[in-house]
């Protein structure tokens, strides 16, 4: 009798797992890239990208933050390629 028990819990155990491993599916996101140009109407270093996102939104861009592409500052606005 105990026997019984055991293989139909061992056997109960096996088929859920098999069935949580049928549903289970593996999405991947893709991350989109983002194409960036520096700002035409950012005036001096940039050390706020908030501020260099307000102004990259008046030139048509969604947003925008400061890098240092050579030890300077600058605004560069960004948008999805």
Do not use: I, W
């Amino acid at each position: 009798m105990a026997l019984s028990r055991r293989m139909t819990a061992s056997a109960l155990l096996l088929f859920l797992l098999v069935a949580t491993e049928m549903g289970t599916t593996t999405v991947k996101v893709a991350e989109a890239r983002n194409c960036l140009s520096q700002s035409h109407n950012f005036k001096g270093a940039c050390l706020s990208s908030s501020n260099c996102a307000a102004v990259c939104r008046t030139e048509n861009f969604p947003d925008g933050e400061c890098h240092a592409p050579h030890y300077e500052r600058k605004c560069f606005c960004k948008r999805p390629c």
